[in-house]
């Protein structure tokens, strides 16, 4: 027998579907004051973490300090810390009686980027980055995480007579090079530790503090990056009928590529591709050999994906076909696929949210960024990633009704998430997820 079959239930009008009579409800109105009171205390420390992993941040695999901090505090809370994993992730395990193996996610990495917010713990941290010396900064919110990260373990282990079974905090280094969630897959997340029974993750956007978005189903995209070689016959510019010209194949394609979006592709399904880089020349009289052209291919469904790659090397050949040119290099490169939210992972968390969040808590289509915890999700775990908002809610309102000034988004230099309602807001609903995760499996369903 486990505690939860006792009925300690209260039911909240929902606007979900009805669930089955074999289902129930995690008591939320019971243990939402519960978790409210276990963040306001553990706040002050949390902001403390955050500061200082904001003021300092990491790029993709370079993570070794903020690992670090992270380390100390879940063995601080008697989580079994392995440092390593993936080379700069972490795996902090709590066992806490029979039940499920459940995955809380955050990212380590910033970006190779300069801070531009004037905050007073704004970064001002340098590194070599591909070579070139680079700032870092946390502008895509990952310092948010780790501290929604910390604090929803920390109330987990205050409320560890409500749940049973395992906590698998896992740290994921390099998510914006899309590489490290398959990184520590390949250090054996799943084989030296128990693959999980179902995994959680949340991001931050630039949206109102205190509201929640979810998904079922498609949650991301599919990115893969484009890298294209036009090879030509240098020579004179003024001498154009010598010469095959590399530049102007790669200005028709950059032109005739979109026809495979609007023309090709079916209207109604998403799909995304952008050149943002050209690299060719040298002056402005001599033809080049070679240019070389990098963009991204963004999707949410495989066979849309499929028809978008074949329609994009079509069109490079045909480019350089009408240059008379030889064949282009097209390299494709996989990056992160779509993050697909498990429904039943969903359903009975969302039940959880909506009636701690009420109206707050809403649906949203898929985002067009993607997210390499589809690595996780893939390898076999049920998930949910969802979304919290970092502003202030008038802000909000007044730059959507053109009153205010637009708000900045994840990397956007001047991206500046208030802390305490965005990390406590994490940290509940975190835990909510987590619970209703147990509760569920409690009840054997
Ligand atoms: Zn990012
Ligand atoms: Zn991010």
Not at 134 to 157: P, Q, R, Y
Not at 216 to 239: C, K, P, Q, W, Y
Not at 280 to 293: Q, R, S, Y
Not at 347 to 364: C, H, N, Q, V, Y
Request: glycine share 8%.
């Amino acid at each position: 027998m486990n505690r939860f079959v006792k009925p300690l239930l209260i039911s909240v009008a929902l606007g979900l579907a009805p669930l089955s009579s074999a289902q129930a409800e995690l008591d939320v109105a019971r243990l939402k004051p519960m978790i409210e009171k276990s963040v306001e205390a553990d706040y002050p420390k949390l902001d403390a973490l955050y500061r200082d992993i904001h003021a300092h941040p990491e790029v993709a695999f370079q993570e070794v300090k903020t690992a670090a901090k992270l380390a100390a505090e879940m063995r601080a809370l008697g989580f079994e810390v392995t440092e390593k994993i993936g080379k700069t992730g972490l795996v902090a395990i709590y066992r806490n009686g029979d039940g499920p193996t459940i995955m809380v996610r955050t990212e380590l990495d910033a970006l190779p980027m300069e801070e531009k917010t004037g905050l007073a713990y704004a970064s001002h941290d340098k590194t070599v980055w591909n070579g070139q010396d680079t700032f870092v900064a946390h502008s895509c919110g990952h310092d948010i995480h780790m501290a929604s990260w910390v604090g929803t373990a920390k109330t987990l282990l205050g409320l560890k007579d409500q749940w049973q079974g395992t906590l698998m905090f896992i740290a994921q280094p390099a998510e914006e090079t899309v590489s490290g969630a398959k990184a520590m897959l390949a250090d054996g997340l799943f084989t030296r530790f128990k693959k999980p029974d179902f995994g959680f993750a949340l991001h931050d956007g630039a949206f109102a503090y205190g509201h929640i978005s979810y998904r079922v189903g498609i949650g991301s995209s599919n990115s893969d990056s484009l890298e294209i070689t036009f090879h030509g016959h240098g020579g004179h510019g003024a001498r154009p009928e010598r010469t095959v010209d590399p530049v102007m194949m790669a200005a028709r394609f950059i032109v005739d590529v979109q026809s495979v979006i609007s023309r090709e592709k079916d209207p109604t399904e998403f799909g995304v591709v952008s050149i943002g880089a050209i690299h060719g020349g040298t002056a402005e009289n001599i033809i080049p050999d070679d240019v070389l052209l990098r963009g991204t291919i963004r999707t949410f469904k495989p066979e849309v994906r499929a028809k978008m790659l074949a329609g994009i090397e079509r069109t490079a050949k045909a480019a350089a076909a009408m240059s008379d040119a030889p064949a282009p290099d097209v390299r494709i490169t996989e990056g992160a696929k779509a993050v697909i939210n498990d429904p039943g992972v969903v359903e009975t968390a969302a039940t959880a949210l909506k009636a701690a969040f009420g109206d707050k808590f809403r649906p949203s289509p898929p985002l067009t960024p993607s997210e390499d915890f589809s690595e996780f999700v893939n390898a076999g775990v049920p998930s949910m990633f969802f979304n919290i908002g970092v502003y202030e809610p008038e802000r909000v309102a007044a730059a959507r009704n053109g009153t205010g000034p637009e708000l900045p988004s994840n990397h956007s230099p001047q991206f500046a998430p208030v802390p305490k309602p965005t990390i406590e807001t994490g940290v509940e609903a975190m835990t909510l997820a987590v619970l209703s995760a147990f509760d569920q499996h409690a009840r054997g369903n």
